[in-house]
């Protein structure tokens, strides 16, 4: 059930971070407040697939 995702820079695009979620119990797409090191701040970044 679980399933491997990356998290993207919702500014540049570029993927920062990877992490795993649980899909039954977090249907929707996750958003979370990161830090870009490309930005130099922190910015929202949104779930992905990995490729």
């Not at 820079?9 to 249907?27: A, I, L, M, W």
């Amino acid at each position: 059930m679980r399933e491997l995702i990356s998290m993207a820079c919702e500014e540049c695009g570029r993927r920062n971070y990877t992490t795993d979620k649980n899909k039954r119990n977090q249907p929707d797409k996750f958003v979370a407040r990161r830090y870009c090191k490309w930005c130099k701040k922190h910015t929202t970044h949104k779930e992905g697939k990995i490729k």
